[in-house]
């Protein structure tokens, strides 16, 4: 069973500049999740998505946004990247049903440096 | 704010020893903890889940909840060098979301 996919692995951007990412899910796992992980901050929440839906958002401003679609693939979109954006971007996967079950599995995260 | 705190580290154990990593989380009414593994330049990896009160053991690991301290700990048995990673405790905080601590690096010496 492939794991949780994420593309590009490593993006070089300027500022100013705006970039998308992308996650596919594990197969048959409806909910994707974002977040961004930086040495000073560790891993932050930015946004969840159950089928297409916006489920929970993070504190972090309106210049990230993300999208699932039908086949449960998400995006996310940072618009005119700053110097702090530079992080390690992580998707995880999950059935998405709830309850205190319910597992997060991580892909290999994109490597994002802005200049 | 829902918050999980630990201890940065590094936390040196030699060969063959127990790893002891330690967590609080702020929000009484969690339900479900996770611990994750992360090796440099990795993404984490899901090593343990607990929603009891009391030990869950898989293998080399353990894992131990106590809800009314809000106190969760993972106990590695034998470490070996390949145990050497940042370890992260994460806690439900709604549907399919996490709330991290920052994590405790382990250092495991041969």
């Known amino acids: 069973k492939a794991g949780v996919t994420q593309t590009p692995r490593y993006l070089i951007k300027t500022r100013g500049q705006q970039v998308t990412l992308s996650c596919s899910p594990i197969s048959g796992h409806r909910s994707v999740s974002w977040y961004q992980q930086t040495p000073g901050q560790g891993l932050q929440f930015l946004f969840e998505y159950f089928s297409e839906t916006q489920r929970n958002k993070g504190n972090f401003p309106g210049r990230f946004s993300g999208r699932q679609f039908s086949n449960s693939r998400s995006e996310m979109n940072v618009s005119t990247l700053e110097l702090g954006d530079s992080a390690l971007y992580l998707c995880?996967?999950?059935f998405g049903q709830g309850g205190i079950i319910e597992k997060l599995f991580f892909g290999s995260g994109t490597q994002l440096s802005v200049l | 704010q829902k918050e999980v705190e630990q201890n940065s580290g590094p936390l040196s154990v030699p060969e063959g020893a127990i790893a002891s990593l330690n967590c609080t989380y702020s929000?009484?009414?969690?339900?479900?903890f996770f611990w994750y593994r992360q090796y440099s330049g990795k993404s984490p990896e899901l090593i343990m889940s607990?929603?009891?009160?009391g030990d869950k053991e898989d293998g080399r690991f353990t894992a131990q909840l106590n809800k009314a301290s809000q106190y969760v700990s993972l106990l590695i048995r034998d470490s070996q060098p390949s145990d050497s990673a940042t370890y992260l405790c994460a806690v439900n905080i709604g549907y399919s979301t996490l709330t991290f601590g920052k994590g405790t690096m382990l250092l495991v010496s041969p």
């Open positions: 607990i929603y009891s009160n």
């Open positions: 995880a996967s999950s």
């Open positions: 929000d009484r009414g969690s339900q479900s």
